[in-house]
C-alpha cells in the first residue's frame, strides 16, 4: 500500500509537540513526510524542513506559501497537520478545507464559538476529514474504558471525576519565559489559559468515554500568579445528557504533580479509574467485587483496544505512539475506513463552546451556563 503524504505547518525547531507529530505520524510507515511550513521565521522554517529530509521546493517559509505551493500539485499531500499557537488555527485550517486537503488540528480547534461552527460547515461542505487532536482518546485502554461503558459492562454512568493537573508553570520567577507566558496572554491563547489548554482533554475524554455530551457547567477560575491575566487553576462542574454528574479540576500550578491526567467513571454496577502515568492499566471495579487490573495486551480485550496495542503486554506504550494512533485512524479515514473514535470538528466546537461557557460562569460567580454549541442545542 503506497504511502500517504503528509505536511505540517507549525512544530518546528524547539517545538514541545512538533517531535510527537513526526513521530506518531511516520511509526506505522502509513505517512510520508513530503511538505512543511515549520517555523513562523521563514528562513529557519525552510532550513530546519530540510535538515528533516523534506526537499527545498516543499519546504515553505509559511502556511500560505505551502498552501499555494501544494494545492496545484499532482503529488500534493494527503493530510495536513496544524501544531501553530491557538490564534491561528482556524484561518489556517479553514483555507487548507476549503482547498480540499483533509487536516488535523491541534486543540482548540478555534478561538471562538462562531469560528468553530464555521469550521464543522466548512468540513462538510469540502467532504474532507478534519480531525482534533484530543490523542489520549487514542490510548489503547482509553478505547477499552470506551468499549466497556458501551458494552453495559459498568451499568449506567452516574459519575464522572477527571482532573488534568500539573506544577510546571507554578514558578512565578519563571513567569515571562515565552514558552510559558503565551498561554496566559489572551492575545495568543483566547479566553482562557489552563482550562482551554488542559481542561478541555480531560472534559473531552468525559464525552469520549461515556458517550455523553456536556450540556451545562458550572466554574471557578483563579489566576494564582497576579501577572497573568488567564486563569492557571480551575474548578468545572458539569453536567451530561443522560443525568451524569461530573467533576473536573485542572491546574498548571500544582506544584509536584508532573503530567497529572486522569479519570475516574462510576457507573451502577462498577467503576473504571486511568491514569495517563500509568497508561497502560485500566482498573476495573465490578460493585461488590474485588478490583482487577486490565493490562494492555492482554487478550479478552476489546477489538478497538487490541487493534490500537502496539506491543507485548507489560512493554510500556507512551505519548507518542498515542498520536501514532490518532495518525493510524486517519490513514483509514483518508482511505475511506472511518473510525468511530477519531476525534472532529464537531468535538473540536464542542470544546470551545465550553470554554466559552465556563468563562462565563466563572465571570458569574460559578452560575450554570449551556455549554453547548449553537448548533447542538
Known amino acids: 500500500m503506497a504511502k500517504l503524504k503528509w505536511g505540517m505547518i507549525g512544530g518546528g525547531e524547539g517545538s514541545q509537540i512538533g517531535p510527537a507529530h513526526r513521530l506518531g505520524a511516520q511509526a506505522d510507515g502509513q505517512f510520508e513526510f513530503v511538505a512543511g511550513a515549520l517555523d513562523h521565521r521563514p528562513d529557519e522554517g525552510r532550513a530546519y524542513a530540510q535538515s528533516l529530509g523534506i526537499d527545498a521546493d516543499r519546504a515553505y517559509g509559511d502556511w500560505r506559501e505551502m498552501l499555494a505551493g501544494e494545492k496545484d500539485r499532482p503529488d500534493r499531500v494527503d493530510l495536513v497537520t496544524v501544531a501553530t499557537p491557538n490564534a491561528t488555527h482556524f484561518?489556517?485550517?479553514?483555507?487548507?478545507?476549503?482547498a480540499g486537503f483533509n487536516v488535523l488540528c491541534e486543540k482548540p480547534m478555534t478561538m471562538t464559538v462562531e469560528e468553530g461552527e464555521?469550521?464543522?460547515?466548512?468540513?462538510?461542505?469540502?467532504?474532507?476529514?478534519?480531525?482534533?487532536?484530543?490523542?489520549?482518546?487514542?490510548?489503547?485502554?482509553?478505547?477499552?474504558?470506551?468499549?466497556?461503558?458501551a458494552a453495559g459492562e459498568i451499568g449506567k454512568v452516574r459519575l464522572v471525576v477527571t482532573n488534568f493537573?500539573?506544577?510546571?508553570?507554578?514558578?512565578?520567577?519563571?513567569?515571562?519565559?515565552?514558552?510559558?507566558r503565551w498561554r496566559y496572554d489572551p492575545a495568543m491563547a483566547g479566553v482562557s489559559g489552563q482550562f482551554a489548554d488542559c481542561g478541555i482533554h480531560a472534559l473531552h475524554m468525559a464525552s469520549f468515554i461515556t458517550g455523553n455530551q456536556v450540556e451545562k457547567l458550572s466554574a471557578d477560575f483563579?489566576?494564582?500568579?497576579p501577572s497573568r491575566e488567564l486563569e492557571d487553576d480551575a474548578m468545572v462542574n458539569f453536567r451530561m445528557a443522560g443525568g451524569?454528574?461530573?467533576?473536573?479540576?485542572?491546574?498548571?500550578?500544582?506544584?509536584?504533580?508532573?503530567?497529572?491526567?486522569?479519570?475516574?467513571?462510576?457507573?451502577?454496577?462498577?467503576?473504571?479509574?486511568?491514569?495517563?502515568?500509568?497508561p497502560n492499566q485500566l482498573i476495573y471495579t465490578p460493585v461488590g467485587g474485588r478490583t482487577q487490573i486490565i493490562e494492555k495486551g492482554e487478550g479478552g480485550l476489546h477489538p478497538d483496544a487490541q487493534r490500537l496495542s502496539r506491543v507485548a503486554i507489560a512493554h510500556p506504550e507512551g505519548f507518542p505512539l498515542a498520536v501514532a494512533n490518532i495518525y493510524c485512524d486517519l490513514a483509514d479515514a483518508i482511505r475511506g475506513e472511518a473510525r468511530d473514535g477519531l476525534p472532529n470538528a464537531a468535538d473540536g466546537v464542542r470544546s470551545m463552546a465550553a470554554v466559552h461557557a465556563a468563562v462565563a460562569s466563572a465571570r458569574q460567580g460559578g452560575a450554570w451556563v449551556d455549554a453547548r454549541p449553537p448548533m447542538f442545542r
Open 165 to 180: 493537573s500539573h506544577g510546571h508553570h507554578g514558578d512565578a520567577t519563571d513567569a515571562d519565559n515565552p514558552r510559558v
Open 118 to 149: 464555521d469550521i464543522v460547515r466548512v468540513a462538510k461542505a469540502s467532504g474532507k476529514i478534519c480531525a482534533v487532536n484530543y490523542c489520549y482518546s487514542a490510548y489503547p485502554m482509553i478505547r477499552q474504558a470506551r468499549a466497556m461503558v
Open 222 to 225: 483563579a489566576s494564582t500568579i
Open 244 to 278: 451524569t454528574v461530573g467533576r473536573l479540576w485542572t491546574s498548571s500550578v500544582a506544584i509536584g504533580r508532573q503530567h497529572g491526567f486522569d479519570i475516574q467513571v462510576f457507573g451502577e454496577t462498577g467503576g473504571l479509574r486511568w491514569a495517563s502515568e500509568q
Open 91 to 98: 484561518e489556517i485550517t479553514k483555507a487548507f478545507l476549503q
